[in-house]
């Protein structure tokens, strides 16, 4: 079985600062995906970041990135020039693909808390 | 077609009532999920449907849990004889092959 670890349960930032985000996982699949998910106060879970397992080249969203580090096992996602609106949870999220079945597993979470 | 939309937003029931549920997917996601998300916790797996097959469903989801997908569309999940342990977020998702899921809002369940 899968697991997700985000040992950072709550983090702060100062606006415009940058924050990284720690995440790391268990699995024995050689083919996955790992995402990053965002969700505000009250109000709907979006997607941050996406990353293909086999890619070595890590991805990047405007002031999202992530440095995956597949040997580790290990995902951080970094957040550039924090605004007010980055503040919400954040879970990182491992996905499996085999046999064409699609299951995320999620991690507990980091509270990042953006402050003017 | 403006996402995954799920109904009621809030539910507030009485122990031992049944509730159910529902999540309209992007029309075109053939994979939708159930999530059930608490208080300060990660979403957890609850079921699966490719179309309207139920694929796999969660040690969580106990006898009295049920989801049904008729015709690969809208889903369903129905609680019966609810508990206070209950007491969620139960979130939907769909998706279309390994491009990650689309939220819904999600059904907030309070049971008194």
């Known amino acids: 079985a899968q697991t997700v670890t985000q040992s950072q349960p709550e983090m702060s930032v100062q606006e415009a600062e940058t924050v990284t985000l720690s995440c790391t996982y268990d699995?024995?699949?050689?083919?996955?995906?790992l995402f990053w998910y965002k969700q505000p106060p009250s109000r709907q879970m979006i997607l941050v970041i996406r990353?293909?397992?086999?890619?070595?080249q890590n991805a990047t969203e405007n002031r999202f990135s992530v440095n995956f580090q597949k040997a580790a096992k290990s995902f951080s996602l970094k957040i550039s020039d924090s605004q007010l609106g980055d503040t919400a949870m954040y879970f990182c999220a491992f996905m499996t693909v085999s046999g064409g079945y699609q299951k995320v597993t999620f991690g507990t979470g980091t509270k990042l808390q953006v402050i003017p | 077609d403006t996402g995954v939309s799920q109904d009621p937003r809030h539910k507030i029931t009485k122990r031992g009532q049944n509730v159910t549920f529902r999540c309209d997917p992007i029309?075109?996601?053939?994979?939708l999920y159930w999530y059930r998300q608490t208080l300060g916790q990660g979403p957890e797996f609850l079921t699966y449907?490719?179309?309207?097959?139920?694929?796999?469903k969660s040690r969580l989801l106990s006898d009295r849990f049920s989801a049904e997908r008729p015709k690969g569309s809208f889903s369903t999940l129905e609680i019966q004889r609810t508990e206070q342990g209950d007491s969620a977020m139960y979130l939907c998702?769909?998706?279309?092959?390994?491009?990650?899921?689309?939220f819904g809002s999600g059904t907030r369940l309070t049971v008194v």
């Open positions: 998702a769909s998706s279309l092959e390994a491009y990650g899921y689309t």
């Open positions: 699995t024995s699949e050689n083919n996955y995906y």
């Open positions: 990353q293909e397992a086999y890619k070595q």
């Open positions: 029309s075109e996601h053939n994979r």
């Open positions: 449907f490719q179309n309207e097959a139920q694929l796999e």
